[in-house]
């Protein structure tokens, strides 16, 4: 990149002495779909080391993005400017035992948040399924788990710092600064960088975990009761068959016990035997709702409960890199939704030449939060969520199925999960979020030269009429290899 002769040679020193991979170093997200090449890719480790940064790329016109595990399934962390690797601020600042928070810097990974919380004999209230993100990469999109009575993890903030585009710092609270509290909760690192965040916890909790087999039409009968049957509510339907599993998990004082893992069954067949077969099944699609039928049989129809540490109970393993895609609906909307999706697959499955799909179709519920982009905002909602894989990290078809199910969460009022890759634009969030001028209009002020500003706030959070050059001009790279036929 020219702008390094550009710079001078006091700024680019400091830049270099935060450089944690050389010169050409390749971002690619998790699930390897896509990637980015960062001029610079650096690891600060101080407030003051980033109000820096922010004040180089000012002055030079370039671009900053923060990143965490890069687990989002979009290009929302991809700039070919200056890329900020947070792991080395992952330090514990504060614990209040009364309160029951615990006040972080923003690197921290979640699965460290949890042996931290551990050790203080504290708890997150729900957790996703995956633990691999930072807090600020969670929090910055609304990750979420599921429970009726449960908020996302923006919910559970209390207090933030954020370092704004002119490298300003402020302090944010319910009670400070609250406007900017409500946006940055999840500002989708278009705000500034975030640096401090003090979750609000719970005393350390055991789950006793139920998972039983049923029938989806089941599901779609008694959807209400069966959301709000436990504190924690999860829901796999297997597409092509009548299948279903919910799973529930309450607090409990009953004492540990493990589940019936089993390594032939689970690993074996259920991890590598499935991606070859999902291998195989690029070229022979019509297997696919055989393998949904195979693998409920021989792993899902059965009941099993385990009680284990709270988030050892909410993750699981999500096998192997995928293309997927989640919207929250109202929950009022939830079963229309998924009958007029499970429709479409039907007839999918009706056509010789139709798309097949894998399984699981993932429904989960998170209750109405107001935090001003959180796809909860406002209202309770039913999160549904589906998944294409990748085995091998091979493209496979989804992007006939994504305009379906997207069209389909569109009609039942709903918003995308802000960290996958999703065709809500605009004009279409600012009328489907009732904030969203007002989280526009806190951007313009806290970041008036677009530092923070690659393609996916571009195409996003910007108004056409500042789609021209900006400053991070992010030179986005899809390694979705599939061919435009599929």
């Not at 993005?65 to 601020?89: E, F, Q, V």
């Not at 799973?247 to 590598?272: E, I, V």
Request: proline content about 6%.
């Amino acid at each position: 990149m020219s702008v390094a002769n550009e710079m001078s040679s006091a700024d680019l020193a400091f830049l270099e002495s935060l450089r944690c991979k050389p010169h050409g170093h390749k971002f690619t997200n998790w699930a390897g779909t896509f990637s980015s090449h960062p001029a610079f890719y650096l690891a600060p480790d101080t407030e003051r080391s980033i109000i820096e940064i922010i004040c180089i790329a000012n002055r030079y016109r370039l671009g900053v993005k923060a990143i965490g595990s890069g687990h989002s399934p979009s290009d929302l962390a991809c700039t070919d400017a200056i890329m900020l690797n947070m792991d080395r601020m992952d330090r514990v600042l504060a614990h209040d035992p009364y309160a029951c928070t615990l006040t972080v810097e923003s690197g921290i990974r979640l699965h460290a948040l949890h042996q931290k919380l551990e050790d203080r004999k504290m708890a997150l209230s729900s957790v996703g399924s995956i633990s691999d993100q930072s807090v600020a990469g969670a929090m910055a999109t609304a990750t979420h788990g599921t429970g009726i009575e449960y908020a996302d993890i923006s919910g559970y903030v209390t207090h933030l710092v954020i370092i704004d585009g002119l490298g300003r710092r402020h302090e944010c609270s319910a009670e400070t600064n609250s406007d900017l509290f409500d946006a940055a909760r999840c500002g989708l690192g278009a705000l500034g960088i975030i640096t401090q965040v003090t979750i609000q916890c719970e005393p350390a909790f055991l789950l006793h975990a139920v998972q039983e087999p049923t029938s989806m039409d089941r599901v779609l009968d008694d959807f209400l009761p069966i959301a709000a049957s436990a504190e924690h509510v999860r829901v796999w339907w297997f597409p092509h068959t009548d299948h279903a599993v919910v799973w529930k998990a309450n607090r409990t004082a009953l004492p540990k016990q493990s589940p019936p893992d089993s390594f032939l069954r689970d690993r074996l067949y259920g991890f590598h035997i499935y991606q070859m077969q999902l291998y195989k099944a690029r070229l022979i699609p019509s297997d696919i709702p055989r393998l949904a039928e195979a693998h409920f049989s021989r792993r899902f129809d059965r009941r099993i409960e385990w009680v284990d540490s709270s988030y050892r109970v909410f993750n699981f393993d999500c096998l192997f890199p995928q293309y997927v895609n989640e919207w929250a609906v109202p929950l009022d909307e939830a079963v229309g939704a998924l009958r007029e999706l499970r429709a479409w697959i039907d007839s999918q499955s009706r056509d010789p030449r139709g798309v097949r799909v894998h399984f699981p179709v993932e429904i989960r519920f998170v209750r109405a939060s107001s935090v001003w982009l959180s796809p909860a905002y406002g209202q309770s909602v039913c999160y549904i969520g589906v998944i294409m894989y990748r085995p091998y990290r091979q493209p496979v078809p989804y992007k006939k199925y994504w305009r379906a199910y997207e069209d389909t969460m569109r009609t039942h009022g709903g918003r995308p999960h802000w960290a996958k890759a999703h065709r809500m634009f605009y004009f279409e969030l600012q009328k489907t979020y009732p904030r969203f001028d007002d989280f526009v209009s806190i951007r313009n002020k806290c970041d008036p030269n677009g530092v923070f500003v690659n393609d996916y706030i571009c195409r996003h959070i910007l108004p056409p009429s500042d789609h021209a050059p900006v400053a991070d001009a992010c030179a986005l790279r899809s390694l979705a290899l599939d061919p435009p036929s599929l």
